[in-house]
């Protein structure tokens, strides 16, 4: 593309007023080499078509120096053939001034301050603007828009139907012979409208007859996933009969540190001799995305040994209570036990939820209405009924038949033919003794995914979610932000596999889950990313030349995108990217880049900033900050006024697991006094909206420090922070508290070579 600039400059929203503007068009200018003009409003129409009548005159690539590029996107989207590259003076520029304390006159330079920073921000954006090129979307030569659904219960027939109803082909895989699932031996299911008393019938038939009668699903019964190869688009897909061995080894999963074992030979490499990355069974079937509805399985409660459990013979778990219900066998006289009692006071049986309240309620309903005298007991330590379902609760409430009371069950034993449970503590304020005909644990409901591998991935990360080291076995991405994704781009999750839900809440998830995999697919025809970049047009390319085959970016890449050649060579899967960037940050030679975000793109953007001599009220601090929580957070930041430190630069980054060490140690390298990451936190309440980015790119910078060493810098001129995105009142301190510290230690020794 042969590029045709031009820079304008916005004078709205108080821009006009505390910059020089006519000294920051001749910066441009001068310095940049681009023409630069200013209007008072570039978002209004008058200032859109300013532009576009420079568009029509040849001008492809548009810098903007006005509001957050957060904002008005519409307004500055000039479409796909044009480069627009936008510098945010108004929310980190302006917005951002440190008003001076009540009685003290503002800072003599507070208004070169600001033009300085400015000043920087276009020559950033105008150096972007330079090195950036037009991407051209990765397009897969054949692409099935088949939805292969996992699993025939509630939450996987749900999602066959509602895919097939907007017109995709379904492939339905269950292992049973059977559809239904686990909801096939329910008798009943929760209310779903008002009052929101009554149980209702189980809808499982109905929706098992609606996927049987529809032409766009195919059925596959008495079956398992034996391997999916592939990507997006293209995923192959061998099966097996159930319960039965594969023929395919799925390459073992290796660590960091066990890859530097075998690099170095001290090791054997499991993986030796496997080259089942890139075979195709010329059995399989080609799918285009995967929704993953295996379910549930309930929690073991045979530890708890005062309880009964397997000892006892009418000692059952709610799931077999059930299906004695739906078979008109149940008994006159039942406690239901909601927690294991005994030492483990005030806590819950393993993976219990709301669910599993619920259904203690529904169950107690069956004991009443099958029996003229029946009475149900039900023993808790906490009763959760969320939403509408505490109209249920209260309606259980109500009924003479049902006896509830937080207690906790010290003893179940046999006693004359019936059993006999003692409680303590009781909201009654004495201890009880209850004969029963039986009593009913109240096992959690586990995902699948924490004790079987049911998607058997051929990916050079693993073969199953559970290598992932998955928030209590969950095979989510983001829980919060991007609910039903996986770790794997086009495999998406819902129903128990995800979390535990209710019949109503499965159905509303694997409708969710459905209309992803149809994204995906759609996303994929186009060549884009689907999430959370959804739309991005740009992916990673390899200088494959100068490839050491360290495999860092195979190891480090949070969602299985790279896999091996038969030469151990990074294999990429461009259509499982996610486009953050972790290869680009971990590749030591510096060989990954993306069309418009690339190591010599920040680079020279990072040397693109002014660099003030020995003026200790100049210093300049970098900071790196990730697209996703904390760029809008500073923009908060500056909207409500905080303030933010003069001597800073920021930089946006896709991810913090996308910033190479290089940019960090050419800064300091170049003057800059100091640097620092900021981005999502991680943890097990992670927030990253690219999972494992925040937390790799903070121990890229512990190991930093070395080098630093080496160069004679302190390492305390590098920092790594953590915020969400709604830290907006707290950013302000945390890089004041790191400016303080640069401060201290003084201007960077490199400045002025």
């Not at 031996?185 to 929760?190: A, L, N, P, Q």
């Not at 972790?582 to 040397?607: H, Q, W």
Request: aromatic share 8%.
């Amino acid at each position: 593309m042969s590029k045709t600039y031009c820079a304008y400059l916005c004078s709205g929203c108080g821009i006009g007023d505390a910059l020089d503007l006519d000294a920051l068009s001749g910066i441009v200018k001068k310095e940049m080499g681009m023409e630069c003009k200013t209007h008072v409003c570039l978002c209004g129409s008058e200032g859109r078509s300013f532009i576009g009548s420079d568009i029509e005159n040849g001008v492809n690539t548009i810098v903007i120096g006005a509001c957050s590029p957060r904002v008005m996107a519409r307004e500055f989207d000039f479409g796909d053939e044009k480069i627009t590259v936008r510098a945010n003076l108004r929310e980190q520029v302006i917005w951002a001034e440190v008003k001076p304390a009540e009685g003290k006159a503002p800072h003599k330079e507070a208004a070169a301050f600001l033009n300085e920073s400015a000043a920087d921000y276009m020559r950033m954006a105008c150096t972007r603007a330079k090195k950036t090129e037009l991407p051209v979307p990765y397009k897969l030569e054949t692409l099935s828009k088949t939805i292969m659904v996992m699993g025939a219960g509630i939450a996987g027939l749900t999602a066959a139907s509602e895919a097939a109803a907007a017109g995709y082909e379904v492939l339905l895989v269950e292992k049973q012979d059977t559809l239904g699932g686990k909801a096939a031996g329910w008798r009943k299911s929760f209310p779903t409208k008002a009052p929101w008393t009554d149980l209702e019938e189980n809808p499982v038939e109905t929706l098992i007859q609606r996927v049987t009668s529809n032409g766009k699903i195919t059925i596959k019964t008495a079956v398992e996933v034996a391997r999916i190869g592939g990507a997006p688009g293209n995923f192959f897909v061998s099966f097996k009969p159930a319960g039965t061995k594969s023929e395919w080894d799925a390459p073992a999963k290796v660590a960091v540190d066990e890859q530097e074992a075998i690099d170095k030979g001290q090791k054997e490499d499991p993986n030796a001799g496997l080259q089942k990355y890139t075979e195709v069974d010329p059995q399989a079937t080609i799918v285009g995305s995967v929704v993953l509805a295996t379910g549930w399985k309930p929690a073991d409660v045979s530890q708890y040994e005062h309880l009964g459990y397997g000892r006892l013979k009418n000692v059952v778990t709610n799931v077999e209570f059930e299906q004695l219900a739906k078979a008109g066998k149940v008994p006159a006289n039942v406690v239901f036990v909601q927690s294991p009692g005994g030492s483990e006071n005030d806590k819950d049986f393993p993976y219990c939820n709301s669910v599993t309240s619920m259904v203690a309620l529904k169950q107690a309903q069956y004991v009443c209405a099958d029996n003229i005298d029946g009475k149900a007991y039900i023993l808790y330590q906490h009763m959760r009924t969320p939403g509408h379902m505490e109209l249920f609760y209260k309606s259980s409430q109500q009924n003479d038949g049902i006896f509830m009371t937080k207690a906790n069950v010290m003893k179940v034993e046999e006693k004359g033919g019936t059993l006999s449970v003692s409680a303590e503590n009781t909201l009654l304020g004495e201890n009880l003794t209850l004969d029963v005909d039986m009593v009913v644990l109240a096992a959690g409901m586990e995902p699948a995914t924490l004790h079987e591998n049911s998607i058997n991935l051929a990916y050079r990360q693993g073969p199953a979610f559970s290598d992932l080291g998955l928030f209590d076995g969950y095979a989510d991405s983001h829980f919060i932000c991007f609910p039903y994704e996986t770790r794997r781009t086009g495999i998406y999750t819902c129903g128990g596999v995800r979390k535990a839900e209710t019949i109503d809440e499965a159905i509303d998830d694997a409708t969710g889950a459905a209309l992803k995999a149809i994204q995906c697919l759609e996303s994929t025809d186009r060549g884009v990313s689907v999430h959370p970049r959804s739309g991005d047009a740009t992916y990673p390319e390899f200088f494959m030349q100068r490839c050491t085959q360290c495999k860092r970016c195979t190891e480090e890449c949070p969602f299985g995108a790279l896999d091996d050649d038969a030469k151990g060579t990074p294999l990429p899967n461009p259509t499982r990217c996610r486009r953050c960037g972790t290869c680009m940050g971990a590749c030591p030679e510096r060989i990954i880049g993306f069309k418009d975000y690339n190591i010599d793109l920040i680079g020279s953007m990072v040397k693109a900033v002014e660099v003030p001599e020995d003026d200790e009220d100049r210093l300049r601090i970098i900071v790196f900050v990730c697209e996703n929580d904390a760029y809008p957070a500073l923009d908060m930041a500056g909207m409500k006024r905080h303030g933010l430190n003069h001597m800073i630069r920021f930089i946006p980054v896709r991810c913090l697991g996308s910033v190479n060490m290089a940019w960090i140690r050419d800064a300091l390298s170049a003057g800059m006094d100091g640097a620092m990451l900021l981005g999502c936190t991680y943890g097990d309440d992670y927030q990253c909206h690219f999972v494992k980015g925040s937390e790799i790119a903070n121990k890229r910078m512990e190991n930093i420090g070395e080098t630093l060493s080496s160069l004679g810098l302190e390492p305390e001129r590098c920092a790594a922070e953590q915020v969400a995105i709604t830290d907006y009142d707290k950013i302000p301190q945390i890089l004041n508290d790191f400016v303080d510290r640069i401060v201290e230690m003084g201007p960077n020794p490199f400045k002025g070579f």
